[in-house]
């Protein structure tokens, strides 16, 4: 339906200042919250408030209010989802206006503690044929309902906040599509000249690693070859995390670090932690939580039992299998067998089983060096 324009030069040079401000560098919210302020001055509203809507759109996210103040907003405790009156505009988003609420055959009621309220107004917020929320007034002073007038100012401003929440989502957009191009550039850059160099220099030392070569020097070169390999191995890993994820945030490689650094007090020293392969893209949900779990059992048990001074995490994944390495130099599980019975043993049990549920295996295994290694893998 047509919308009634708005003809007081007043009204109307507020509502310029006040849409102008869009081209402001103000944080969203300010923003809004100037819009429903302004809305609620300009028709004499004693409350005023804006939601955003959820991304399924069935309810609200976020809940700005204009005209409670502390003590009632405590009082009222959490904010509206979207029922009764204010859902409405979720389901048939056009303008209403309403005498008394509690007249609606849809009104859910208030909550405990919320000031009474009765007539209403409630409009759209869009931009370009997208409803991002509702606009909301309620009280209007000295009347006893909105007016056309009213009406039409506030779609006004609900258009302009609706402006700025696509603006706001746009930028948003705008720079994550910039961090996944870097994320893009940095994996090419990594693999057509890092590793290729390392290659070159790895292939230089096999060749020199020959006789006549001997004792520490042809130790000291083969052990440069094999720290070259564990160099390309984390390098490829990182091309996987930077190429194969599709947005920013934290995952499973996010949550093995910082579950890490949570343990280093009960370890008693920093733990090494190496990725091969997509482990954050090949990795399921339901996996991923199983690992963790896995992890804080084994670093315990090293902090607790294995009287260790090194220990270190590998988490491999291809498209079939992940596969967690847990290594310590500690006593060796027969030599702890002692310490682990009430605790220990029972936490390795539990862990094979949760391997073997999920099709896989536990293997533990003592390292020509002395220490334990746990192997646990479970298919993808």
């Given amino acids: 339906m047509p919308y009634r324009r708005v003809e007081d030069p007043a009204k109307l040079r507020r509502l310029l200042e006040?849409?102008?401000?869009?081209e402001a560098d103000l944080s969203l919210p300010v923003l809004l919250r100037h819009f429903v302020q302004e809305a609620c001055s300009m028709t004499n509203a004693r409350y005023g408030a804006l939601g955003v809507l959820n991304d399924d759109r069935t309810g609200?996210?976020?809940?700005?209010?204009?005209?409670?103040?502390?003590?009632?907003?405590r009082a009222i405790g959490h904010r509206p989802t979207g029922l009764?009156?204010?859902g409405l505009l979720i389901v048939d988003p056009k303008p209403l206006r309403l005498a008394n609420i509690a007249d609606h055959p849809g009104r859910a009621g208030f909550p405990p503690g919320h000031p009474e309220m009765r007539s209403f107004l409630g409009v759209p917020v869009?931009?370009?044929?997208?409803?991002?929320?509702?606009?909301?007034?309620?009280d209007k002073v000295g009347w006893s309902e909105f007016t056309q007038d009213d009406e039409a100012l506030v779609v006004a401003f609900a258009q302009a906040a609706g402006i700025a929440i696509e603006n706001a989502r746009l930028h948003d957009r705008v720079q994550e599509v910039?961090?996944?191009e870097d994320r893009d550039r940095i994996a090419r850059d990594l693999?057509?000249?890092?590793?290729q160099r390392l290659f070159a220099i790895g292939l230089s030392l096999q060749g020199i690693a020959r006789p006549p070569l001997e004792g520490q020097t042809l130790e000291r070169v083969q052990r440069a070859i094999r720290d070259l390999d564990d160099t390309i191995r984390q390098i490829r890993s990182s091309i996987f995390q930077l190429s194969s994820t599709s947005s920013p945030g934290p995952g499973l490689r996010a949550s093995v670090l910082a579950l890490v650094h949570e343990l280093r007090p009960v370890v008693g020293f920093d733990v090494s932690v190496s990725f091969e392969g997509p482990v954050e893209t090949a990795v399921p949900e339901p996996t991923a939580e199983h690992l963790v779990f896995t992890i804080r059992e084994l670093l315990t048990n090293v902090g607790r039992h294995a009287k260790a001074s090194r220990a270190s995490v590998l988490l491999r994944a291809d498209t079939a299998t992940v596969t967690l390495e847990v290594v310590d130099d500690g006593r060796g599980i027969e030599a702890a067998s002692g310490d682990r019975t009430s605790g220990g043993r029972l936490g390795l049990a539990n862990l094979r089983r949760r391997a073997e549920r999920l099709g896989g295996e536990m293997v533990l295994e003592t390292p020509e060096g002395g220490g334990t290694s746990v192997l646990w893998r479970v298919p993808i």
């Fill in 18 to 22: 006040a849409v102008l401000l869009l």
């Fill in 178 to 180: 910039a961090v996944l």
């Fill in 191 to 195: 693999h057509d000249a890092v590793i």
């Fill in 126 to 138: 869009a931009a370009h044929d997208e409803v991002y929320g509702n606009l909301y007034l309620t």
């Fill in 60 to 73: 609200l996210a976020e809940f700005i209010t204009v005209g409670l103040n502390d003590a009632e907003e």
């Fill in 84 to 86: 009764g009156v204010l």
